[in-house]
Nanobody
């Protein structure tokens, strides 16, 4: 299973950006899809979850500014980021919990990360 993240870049404070992450490979089922981020010198932190039942959850720091969405037919998760702040600067990683066709269990798969820089 491969996760391909895209959409990062340089944006001014107050601006918007949309990240995408597509899962591909021998996928039987995808459970939760999530976004995490890691700022320089910091640990990797949760940004948002999109659970298989349609429920979403967000870190307090991004509530009201970020929206996670998902296209199950494409095994793709999105992160719409608005009102961006300098403290949102980080490498953003997607995570998918996937069951492959040759396994009865779900495993975690990470994307390669995409850099978001918020700066004037």
């Amino acid at each position: 299973v491969q996760l391909q993240a895209s959409g990062g870049g340089l944006v001014q404070p107050g601006g918007s950006l949309r990240l995408s992450c597509a899962a591909s490979g021998s996928i039987f089922s995808v459970s939760t899809m999530s976004w995490y981020r890691q700022a320089p010198g910091q640990q990797r932190d949760l940004v948002a979850h999109f659970f298989a039942n349609g429920v979403t959850s967000y870190a307090d720091s991004v509530k009201g500014r970020f929206t996670i969405s998902r296209d199950n037919a494409k095994n793709t998760v999105y992160l719409q980021m608005s009102s961006l702040k300098s403290e949102d600067t980080a490498v953003y990683y997607c995570l998918a919990i996937v069951r492959t066709r040759d396994s009865p269990v779900f495993n975690n798969y990470w994307g390669q990360g995409t850099l978001v820089t918020v700066s004037s």
